[in-house]
């Protein structure tokens, strides 16, 4: 099977601008049958256009942890220096980071992996930088992610076995 016949975009929902030739998109898709929601980073240029190795995939329960820390975040930002907000575990050796980050004299939330493991340890390329102003839009994409997330994992959830539930059991034997 290809690769690409493994991944599976299901929705579009939304776009930051990141700069005159980027954008960071919200979106939701799927990759060998599991739903992500991903935030990526995708550049428009002469030579190429189209996504980057910068961005995220998370699944439902990360999403949620990450959407909980961004609601905790004041309107203005108040911190002065980087300041990680929190740590989340991904998977073995890998951790989603949300941190506070000043960069060029400007205020952002960065969404980037840290990896732990026997040949690394630091931060990755996976990752987005989301500009202070727009953490209140970023959010809104995160929650509607969310909830297509879990309207996918409900839908494509196999049907409970109940010995008595389904009008489309098999007919009983009768003997005689």
């Not at 030739?21 to 979106?27: A, G, L, N, Q, V």
Request: aromatic share 8%; hydrophobic share 35%.
């Amino acid at each position: 099977m290809a690769e690409n016949a493994q991944f599976n975009p299901l929705a579009m929902v939304g776009t930051l601008p990141a700069s005159d030739t980027s954008e960071i998109r919200f979106y939701v898709d799927e990759y060998k049958g599991y739903p992500f929601a991903s935030i990526r980073t995708f550049v428009r240029r002469e030579n190429y256009s189209g996504p980057t190795k910068a961005g995220i995939t998370m699944n439902p329960d990360l999403l949620g942890q990450v959407i909980s820390t961004l609601e905790k975040l004041p309107k203005e930002p108040e911190a002065t220096q980087d300041t990680e907000l929190a740590r989340l575990a991904k998977k073995p050796g890998v951790e989603l980071v949300v941190r506070i980050t000043i960069y060029r004299d400007a205020t952002g939330v960065d969404l980037r992996e840290w990896v732990d493991d026997d040949n690394y340890q630091g931060w990755s390329k996976k990752g987005v930088r989301i500009a202070y102003a727009d953490i209140s839009k970023a959010a809104g994409f995160l929650k509607e992610m969310l909830v297509l997330l879990k309207d996918k994992v409900k839908s494509s959830s196999p049907p409970k076995k109940n010995a008595r539930s389904s009008s489309a059991e098999a007919p009983s034997k009768k003997a005689g």
